[in-house]
């Protein structure tokens, strides 16, 4: 196998929840109204260090599409599908979007101000 190329993302990005690696600028997200069998999931127009898996017809609350799974590029863990074909026209704005599942990315901004303010065995020596 090869070597995996990493794109970092200028701006506020989403990024895998395992690894941290990024996955789409918050700039792309189209609908935060999408759901998945595990939860809320994101509709964006672009998403990078993914591979995509092979395509496959599925039935989804719209209706049926073509759809492939998106994997993460570094560690591998199911991030979400992209839409490959809309079968209703009225659809047919998703084709060629990417929907990542909320319980699987990370908002980069946000995890990187996360305090803990339970005390430790540091806070209990200082005191």
Do not use: P
Not at 42 to 60: H, K, P, S, W
Not at 66 to 92: L, N, S
Request: glycine share 8%; charged share 30%; hydrophobic share 40%.
């Amino acid at each position: 196998m090869g070597r995996v190329f990493v794109v970092e993302l200028e701006g506020r990005a989403y990024e895998c929840k395992f690894c941290k690696t990024h996955l789409a600028l918050v700039d792309d997200l189209v609908s935060r109204a999408f759901h998945c069998r595990r939860g809320k999931a994101y509709l964006f127009n672009n998403a990078v260090n993914i591979t995509v898996g092979a395509q496959e017809e599925r039935m989804m609350i719209s209706g049926m599409h073509t759809v492939a799974d998106i994997f993460c590029c570094c560690c591998g863990q199911i991030v979400g599908w992209k839409y490959e074909m809309a079968h209703d026209k009225t659809q047919k704005y998703k084709e060629g979007k990417f929907v990542l599942e909320r319980g699987r990315i990370a908002d980069g901004v946000d995890s990187e101000f996360y305090i803990d303010t339970r005390a430790n065995m540091s806070d209990a020596e200082d005191a």
